[in-house]
């Protein structure tokens, strides 16, 4: 799994620069308005980065280009730290869908720097991805938990091709 990771870190983020990143940053931006409140500026692009994580998660399941992308990730038969960095090296391909709606945000008068809000459904399922930690009133019927994306991980049939989310339940 740390191999996996490593490889996908190097190799994946290389890859992605050259097919994403560098070319957005080349675009100008002409933006419609100036979104100057520090609250709509971080939780619309965390919520936004969410959702389409969402269809990017659930696309990847449901698609076997994608799910050829995505199995690496569940190939592992535990559900452990080491298997939230257990990701293809070319995951790239997939991150976009959930990238792109903030290039599109940023066009509206986002600042750039909301690109680091695709980093936080990253890190927040770094810590999902544990055995560890049980059940979570509350907290747990708005955010994905452990116990909950562990289910994700199942191979029973009521679990399968459910839970999508990084942050949220959705």
Not at 30 to 41: G, H, N, P, Q
Not at 68 to 73: L, P, Q, R
Not at 146 to 166: R, S, T, V
Request: net charge positive; charged share 10%.
């Amino acid at each position: 799994n740390i191999g996996v990771g490593i490889g996908k870190r190097f190799i994946g983020n290389y890859l992605r620069y050259f097919v994403w990143i560098l070319p957005l940053n080349m675009i100008p931006i002409y933006k419609l308005v100036t979104i100057e409140s520090a609250f709509l500026v971080w939780f619309v692009p965390i919520v936004v980065a969410d959702f389409f994580y969402y269809w990017s998660h659930r696309l990847a399941h449901e698609f076997p280009f994608l799910w050829a992308i995505h199995v690496v990730h569940h190939s592992d038969p535990y559900v452990n730290m080491s298997t939230g960095l257990r990701s293809s090296w070319f995951n790239f391909i997939i991150t976009w869908i959930y990238a792109f709606p903030l290039a599109i945000l940023i066009m509206i008068g986002f600042p750039r720097e909301i690109f680091a809000c695709l980093a936080i459904p990253t890190l927040y399922q770094g810590w999902i991805h544990t055995q560890a930690i049980g059940k979570i009133p509350y907290f747990d019927w708005i955010f994905v938990t452990p116990p909950i994306h562990c289910l994700h991980h199942g191979y029973n049939d009521p679990y399968l091709n459910k839970n999508y989310g990084a942050i949220f339940i959705i």
